[in-house]
């Protein structure tokens, strides 16, 4: 989506447990002599987590749309006048973009003869606009048809990893980033899209990069955070239909200031002035 409103292991920690024991085994002289080491922690989830993926689904779901019931929105379907055409489904795909019509094209390509395949010519004429013209007038009625369909709810799900998920968890991995991170990348994906424009993903992460290492180069997590996220903000205010910025100051900001980095449950958040907590 492209309108208005992608983990490496955190540092080894020894469990309490551990240390007790260790300490115990130390004052009794029961370590030495011996070479046993004990087994390292796992390293907490990243955002590919299935809890953490719920989470973040959520998260984006209450800017986007104003709810927690992120899987209520495959049938959204609206212009909401951001120059990109309709905006729909659970990650706003857009007429305007190209993906919305890479999704209708999978489902076609899943289920031949579906509510929208007549529509693929039009999504074409379109894509680059914010033009209606061969979609008008029922386009949205059959999105909302079609949203009723398992198959196009999985084609939803799966572009939406494709495009957006998995390569902004990809690069948050890459970039030594836990769970937090990696939203505060998906985010960004999600809204601005990874072209080649200033304000794109990539853009917003080398904007970052000029202030701030991540901690896979040697940089404080905490601090490459920060710098992402000003950069972030920074791009939003280039366009009026993205300048609110309280997904990133109510919500990311406070995650962050709370030194969540790996994007534990509970949480409380504003977005638009609007209150949420996930439990």
Not at 148 to 168: K, L
Not at 227 to 242: N, Y
């Amino acid at each position: 989506m492209v309108h208005a409103e992608r983990d490496t292991a955190a540092p080894t920690r020894l469990s309490r447990r551990t240390v007790v024991a260790a300490l115990g085994a130390i004052a009794t002289g029961a370590l030495v002599g011996t070479r046993t080491a004990a087994a390292a922690p796992a390293a907490a989830p990243g955002l590919d987590d299935p809890a953490k993926k719920e989470t973040a689904m959520k998260l984006v779901s209450s800017a986007e749309n104003s709810s927690l019931d992120w899987k209520a929105q495959y049938k959204y379907i609206e212009d909401i006048g951001d120059g990109r055409g309709y905006t729909a489904g659970i990650i706003g795909f857009c007429s305007g973009t190209g993906d919305m019509l890479d999704l209708v094209q999978l489902y076609t390509d899943r289920r031949p003869g579906n509510v929208l395949a007549k529509y693929l010519p039009a999504l074409r004429r379109v894509n680059g606009t914010d033009s209606h013209s061969g979609l008008d007038p029922n386009f949205p009625k059959d999105w909302r048809t079609a949203a009723q369909d398992t198959a196009f709810q999985q084609a939803q799900n799966d572009e939406r990893d494709r495009v957006y998920f998995n390569p902004a968890v990809t690069q948050g991995k890459t970039d030594g980033l836990r769970a937090l991170g990696q939203f505060a990348y998906y985010d960004a994906i999600v809204m601005h899209g990874d072209g080649d424009d200033p304000t794109s993903f990539r853009n917003i992460r080398a904007r970052a990069l000029r202030s701030a290492k991540p901690p896979a180069q040697g940089g404080n997590e905490t601090t490459y955070l920060n710098a992402f996220l000003d950069a972030r903000v920074w791009a939003m205010k280039q366009e009026e239909a993205h300048s609110d910025t309280t997904r990133v100051d109510t919500e990311q900001r406070v995650f962050l200031k709370k030194g969540n980095l790996d994007l534990n449950t509970p949480l409380d958040w504003k977005v638009y002035g609007d209150s949420y907590h996930i439990g």
